[in-house]
């Protein structure tokens, strides 16, 4: 396991049953202070809207609130979906975030909206901004980080001058392509879109042309992980995050439910085996044997990790399990 790659934390924020944001808020804090222990290297929150289970819509607010939380784990977006905003909006949010943690934060960029079609309208007003502008738009948005010239007209402030690295994120082809040709680094989203992963990966390192930010190419792999004492604790914990799914999947998405024994019909089943493929479940040793096998068939040189589960120590527990088999060397620290 000495080749594992380093290691960070995807937060959607859980509104759990019987929770609300403010509890969501806090628990997220209180996962990144002990990801920060134990050394995980990311903890970024996604953007959506109009999700009754998910509470970091206001990314950028979040962010501050786990950053001023925290000391040294880098914070971003993972990430924030560039069609809902104007690139300058989003330069000087994050130029603000720069300048109150400088050197800790990242931002992943999405250009899917995150929600449905009356959402997005009641976001941007109106629905003229195009999905296909999404790379100019990323263009847009870096050369407002870069240092102010003589006769600039439009200034990020903050912004102009300051490092915020930029990620592309995506869940098909478009975008390896786009962070290939720009030479970013990618994180693909195979926690909940496995189906393209090997062809996007391949297609992303085959193009990629370096750039001032990164001179080869670099991927981050979304995976869930679903970690407990024993296979059976685990699985028992992970029908929470299959409920939140098939309740999505049939329209009617809600706050992460408990979980419970079902029974999926086999429609159901089919669509979570896909959805769910690079899903890893149970004792810490089935734990490190998926991530091992994982890493081995992507050459990820980064993981992200989603832990949907109800309890808050059961989940806390779930990323020390993870943290533990990802860097075997370290001396175990126990969640309190």
């Given at each position: 396991?000495?080749?594992m790659?380093?290691?960070?934390?995807l937060d959607?924020?859980?509104?759990?049953e019987?929770?609300?944001?403010?509890l969501?808020?806090?628990s997220?804090?209180?996962?990144?202070?002990?990801?920060?222990?134990?050394?995980?290297?990311?903890?970024w929150?996604?953007?959506?809207?109009?999700?009754?289970?998910?509470?970091?819509?206001?990314?950028?607010?979040?962010?501050?609130?786990?950053?001023?939380?925290?000391?040294?784990?880098?914070?971003?977006?993972?990430?924030?979906?560039?069609?809902?905003?104007?690139?300058?909006?989003?330069?000087?949010?994050?130029?603000t975030?720069?300048?109150?943690?400088?050197g800790?934060?990242?931002?992943?960029?999405?250009?899917?909206?995150?929600t449905d079609?009356?959402?997005?309208l009641?976001?941007r007003r109106?629905?003229?901004?195009?999905?296909d502008g999404?790379?100019?738009?990323?263009?847009?948005?870096m050369?407002?980080?870069?240092?102010?010239?003589?006769?600039?007209?439009?200034?990020?402030?903050?912004?102009a001058?300051?490092n915020?690295?930029?990620?592309?994120?995506?869940?098909?082809?478009?975008?390896?392509?786009?962070?290939?040709?720009?030479?970013?680094?990618y994180?693909f989203?195979s926690?909940?879109?496995?189906?393209?992963?090997?062809?996007?990966?391949?297609?992303?390192?085959a193009?990629?042309?370096p750039?001032?930010?990164?001179?080869?190419?670099y991927?981050?792999?979304?995976?869930n992980?679903?970690?407990?004492?024993?296979?059976?604790?685990?699985e028992?914990?992970?029908?929470?995050?299959?409920?939140a799914?098939?309740?999505?999947?049939?329209?009617r998405p809600?706050?992460?439910p408990?979980?419970?024994?079902?029974?999926?019909?086999?429609?159901?089943?089919?669509?979570?085996d896909?959805?769910?493929?690079?899903?890893?479940?149970?004792?810490?040793?089935?734990?490190?044997?998926?991530?091992?096998?994982?890493?081995?068939?992507?050459?990820?040189?980064?993981?992200?990790l989603a832990?949907?589960?109800?309890?808050h120590?059961?989940r806390?527990?779930?990323?020390?399990?993870?943290?533990d088999v990802?860097?075997?060397?370290?001396?175990p620290?126990?969640?309190?």
């Amino acid at each position: 396991m000495n080749s594992m790659p380093a290691f960070s934390v995807l937060d959607l924020a859980p509104i759990v049953e019987g929770g609300d944001a403010a509890l969501a808020l806090r628990s997220s804090l209180d996962i990144a202070r002990h990801a920060e222990r134990w050394g995980y290297r990311r903890f970024w929150l996604a953007e959506h809207h109009g999700m009754p289970g998910i509470a970091s819509a206001a990314t950028a607010v979040v962010i501050g609130h786990v950053a001023g939380g925290t000391s040294s784990i880098r914070v971003g977006a993972g990430g924030i979906m560039l069609p809902n905003h104007s690139p300058l909006v989003i330069a000087e949010q994050f130029g603000t975030l720069e300048s109150l943690f400088p050197g800790r934060i990242d931002l992943g960029l999405g250009r899917a909206p995150g929600t449905d079609q009356r959402t997005s309208l009641a976001l941007r007003r109106n629905l003229e901004s195009d999905v296909d502008g999404f790379p100019q738009d990323v263009v847009e948005l870096m050369e407002y980080f870069r240092p102010a010239h003589t006769g600039q007209r439009v200034l990020a402030v903050p912004g102009a001058g300051l490092n915020v690295p930029i990620w592309i994120l995506g869940s098909s082809l478009y975008g390896a392509r786009v962070a290939a040709q720009l030479g970013l680094p990618y994180a693909f989203a195979s926690h909940f879109a496995p189906a393209e992963l090997t062809r996007a990966i391949e297609l992303y390192r085959a193009g990629f042309k370096p750039s001032a930010q990164l001179q080869r190419p670099y991927v981050m792999l979304g995976v869930n992980v679903i970690a407990a004492e024993t296979d059976a604790d685990a699985e028992f914990l992970a029908t929470s995050h299959q409920r939140a799914v098939v309740n999505l999947r049939r329209g009617r998405p809600a706050r992460l439910p408990p979980p419970a024994r079902v029974r999926w019909d086999p429609l159901e089943q089919a669509m979570l085996d896909q959805v769910l493929s690079c899903t890893a479940v149970g004792s810490p040793g089935a734990v490190q044997h998926w991530l091992g096998q994982f890493v081995a068939l992507t050459g990820a040189d980064e993981l992200i990790l989603a832990s949907q589960i109800h309890d808050h120590r059961a989940r806390l527990r779930s990323y020390e399990i993870a943290a533990d088999v990802l860097r075997p060397e370290a001396a175990p620290a126990r969640a309190v």
